[in-house]
């Protein structure tokens, strides 16, 4: 960012300092609104499955953070992403649980999910 700039992502990479990882916290606190709307809106939702995307992990890790913590039963939890950016289903199969990095055509139709690297807040809730 220039002098004076904001640069505003969903996602921390190991390599970002605190502050720097501030913002996408924020962000995906506010990915939370969603669930506390729908519920606010529908408080006998019954939800059994939920399906998310992940990209990098954020939205993805949030809305899993919100369901494990606030309803009960919790549901399952399927997270979703394209079969070229899977970086996330990758660092599942991780033996030792790290996160993994992918590279290469990560092209798809869903261009906001062509990822690959999680991101350290999202992966740890992941």
């Not at 729908?38 to 998310?52: E, I, Y």
């Not at 030792?96 to 991101?119: E, H, K, N, W, Y």
């Amino acid at each position: 960012a220039e002098t004076n700039g904001l640069f505003v992502q969903d996602t921390a990479l190991e390599s970002d300092t605190e502050e720097e990882r501030r913002i996408p916290l924020y962000i995906m606190q506010g990915y939370m609104t969603i669930l506390e709307e729908a519920f606010d809106q529908n408080p006998s939702l019954n939800l059994t499955h939920v399906f998310l995307q992940c990209g990098v992990g954020s939205f993805a890790g949030s809305l899993a953070a919100y369901l494990s913590n606030n309803i009960r039963p919790i549901p399952h939890i399927i997270s979703v992403e394209p079969n070229n950016a899977d970086c996330i289903f990758l660092s599942s199969q991780d033996e030792f649980g790290q996160a993994r990095t992918i590279s290469g055509d990560l092209d798809s139709i869903m261009a906001g999910l062509c990822c690959g690297v999680p991101s350290v807040q999202g992966w740890k809730i992941l």
